[in-house]
């Protein structure tokens, strides 16, 4: 409060203040305790930051009592010449870089900080320092003024994130190390986005990028022993963390040879006793048995009992079926013949489900039809694309998520969205090859979203949706902008009059022909003919989805009318695409298929309509576009929804394959459930 204070030192009226505002931070941290222990998480600097962005805004440069600094957005192009950087001031960055995380910026403040913290944890001093120089570099990269990184104001949050991943709140090991560097990393630039959209209400950044980066990196879910979480009520400082990862990894080996031991000298005929299983048919246990798996096993069963004689004709009918159902659907007979085949092979079948994954389509034919689909509306686009899926399935599988997750797209499909959509809004157009290395860097961000994002909605059963992408480019489109001098972005500019429409000029034909442009616009294309080769792939899949993404793109038409849009914004998709992949979520993929559910899909692909015209005009005073922001809140919010009604039922996740398999399987849990209560 004092360094924003536009009073300057010795302002003594500035204590009051600083007091009964310190005296909100035990509460605002005994609040964050409450949500985040749920996720056994700690509430790092969030209660200053909420602290003192509140007290600044509320106060602001024309407060008589309390004037604070004003904080200035950037509106041109940064005058820059290399040739006059000053490489000791660089150096000497790093501490100050430091000693910014108290808001200090002497480079010997900063000095006495590092060996106060290397009196207490070489390792916390040596992550600290690693993070500041991270933080310096990515501001280079990103071309900032020389000014702001010789005062240390890009390092300070990479400096605090590079700690907390590097030891910390991990184990350390050379995997957490590289996770806390990558953390800092993206701290840097996630800090240069926060920095762009505070500056226009008039506030600093403060520490708001740590907190958002290290929480998100400590939500990871990750299936490799080397990136161990450390529960919090054991958290101290680095070294004696890695002692108590030791122990408990010493422990665990001893636990498991000790259970082998076990095995090995039990005898033979202790496997047919007590085999703890529960049956499923007797009628005094029956209804405590678990309903999905029930269904399960009484659908094999009944498939071994009964065997119906048929005629030839209906064997040949069976046989057409069969064949079509092999690449229809999901394709489960495809990537069960895949497993034992070259990684190569399996890689390149998880690429093209997600890159299908986008529209809800587990299926690499659809993916195949696809990408013919981003060939025709651009090869630059589909190389970009192509890029950011295979990038963040890479990363995926080097940070160990479920293999059954990626093999599914679901790392995927937030990847080819990045990819397309920074070319998309890149100023330079296209084939600027430098573009691949954000593409590449960003597309590694969304597994990182995808699974912190994933261990929280978890806890209610929701799916991430696209809400990765859209943290990732909104992100980058905030931190780069249209002055950036080298990934300079297309500008978002915000509606400043009344549009001037003659309905007379409406064209029918560009109406309808903006309903598959509406679908083209999931994946940011705008050609017809991309959009029709869209709705060949979803039909190939599931023509549920192809039906219900049509009727949410004609939805979105609607609403825009409604609301006196200008026809060239409805003739180009971008009413249309949000709600498509609304109707699609709701109408049969994440709720049985009913017409009751099917009212619902139109419901929500109207409400995300409108909530997407509401957070377009929102989002343009940042100059950042909507993404499929609208979609996800949509989406969630009308699967968050609780009904007595049994014909809306939302499926389990687990479950979760395409429309009509989830529309068999919500008959057969009917039908299972009948039978149980007959009983």
């Known amino acids: 409060m004092a360094v924003f204070s536009d009073e300057g030192d010795y302002y003594w009226w500035l204590l009051p203040p600083v007091a009964v505002v310190s005296m909100a931070c035990p509460i605002l941290s005994s609040a964050l305790g409450s949500i985040l222990s749920k996720w056994d998480l700690p509430v790092f600097t969030l209660p200053f930051n909420i602290a003192v962005t509140l007290y600044l805004a509320a106060t602001g440069h024309y407060n008589p009592f309390f004037p604070t600094t004003r904080i200035r957005p950037v509106t041109s192009v940064p005058n820059i010449t290399w040739s006059a950087i000053n490489a000791p001031l660089l150096l000497q960055s790093i501490p100050v870089g430091v000693g910014q995380v108290y808001g200090c910026e002497n480079p010997w403040t900063g000095g006495i900080f590092l060996v106060a913290l290397l009196i207490s944890s070489p390792l916390v001093c040596l992550h600290a320092a690693i993070g500041s120089t991270v933080g310096m570099f990515s501001a280079l990269s990103i071309a900032s003024p020389f000014d702001s990184i010789y005062l240390g104001l890009h390092n300070y949050n990479s400096a605090l994130a590079c700690i907390a991943i590097g030891g910390m709140f991990y184990a350390l090991t050379w995997q957490t190390h590289l996770l806390s560097l990558a953390c ?17 209400l008039g506030l600093p950044l403060c520490t708001w990028s740590f907190c958002f980066s290290a929480l998100l990196f400590l939500l990871i879910n990750s299936e490799n022993p080397a990136i161990y979480k450390i529960p919090l009520c054991k958290v101290t400082y680095p070294e004696a963390n890695h002692i108590c990862y030791l122990r408990t990894k010493r422990r665990a080996s001893e636990t498991r040879r000790e259970e082998q031991k076990r095995k090995e000298q039990k005898p033979p005929g202790d496997s047919k006793i007590n085999t703890g299983g529960t049956p499923l048919c007797t009628p005094k246990n029956r209804q405590n048995v678990d309903m999905e798996n029930s269904v399960d096993v009484k659908i094999e069963t009944k498939g071994e009992r009964k065997q119906i004689k048929q005629n ?3 064997k040949a009918g069976k046989r057409v079926c069969k064949a079509v159902g092999y690449i229809t659907g999901d394709m489960k007979e495809f990537g069960a013949w895949l497993k034992d085949k070259p990684l190569v092979i399996q890689f390149l079948d998880w690429v093209l489900r997600g890159i299908s994954q986008v529209m809800f389509v587990n299926n690499p034919l659809s993916g195949l039809v696809v990408v013919a689909g981003f060939l025709v509306q651009n090869p630059w686009w589909t190389l970009t694309g192509c890029l950011g899926t295979v990038v963040s399935t890479l990363t995926a599988l080097i940070l160990g998520q479920d293999r059954s997750a990626i ?9 080819v969205l990045v990819g397309l959509l920074m070319s998309v809004f890149s100023a330079k157009g296209d084939y600027y090859w430098w573009l691949l290395l954000p593409v590449a860097l960003v597309s590694m961000m969304c597994p990182v979203f995808t699974s912190a994002l994933g261990s929280v909605f978890s806890k209610w059963d929701l799916p991430v949706f696209t809400l990765p992408f859209n943290l990732a480019l909104t992100l980058y489109l905030a931190a780069s902008g249209p002055h950036n001098l080298f990934f300079p972005t297309t500008a978002i500019q915000p509606a400043t009059e009344t549009p001037n429409i003659t309905w007379t000029d409406a064209e029918m034909t560009m109406l309808l022909q903006s ?7 999931v994946y940011g294309c705008d050609n017809p003919w991309t959009g029709g080769i869209f709705l060949i792939a979803l039909f190939i899949s599931s023509p549920l989805i192809c039906l219900h993404a049509a009727i949410g793109s004609a939805v979105g038409i609607l609403a825009a009318l409604s609301l006196a849009t200008p026809f060239s914004k409805i003739y180009s998709g971008l009413w249309g695409y949000n709600s498509s992949l609304s109707c699609a979520a709701i109408g049969g993929m994440f709720y049985a298929f009913t017409w009751q559910t099917h009212l619902l899909a139109i419901a929500c692909a109207l409400f995300s309509a409108y909530l997407g015209a509401t957070l377009m005009n929102m989002l343009s005073v940042f100059g950042v576009p909507s993404g499929t922001w609208s979609f996800c809140f949509s989406a969630l919010t009308f699967l968050s929804i609780t009904t007595k009604n049994s014909a809306i039922y939302k499926l389990p996740l687990s479950k979760v394959t395409y429309p009509e398999a989830n529309r068999a399987y919500y008959l057969k849990m009917k039908k299972h459930q009948r039978a149980c209560c007959e009983v």
Do not use: D, R, T
């Open 184 to 200: 800092a990393l993206f701290c840097a630039y996630s800090g240069a986005a926060l920095a762009n959209i505070l500056s226009v």
């Open 312 to 314: 030839p004709l209906s």
């Open 407 to 415: 093999a599914a797209g679901l790392h995927g499909y937030n990847g």
């Open 515 to 521: 309903i598959p442009v509406g679908v083209g616009q």
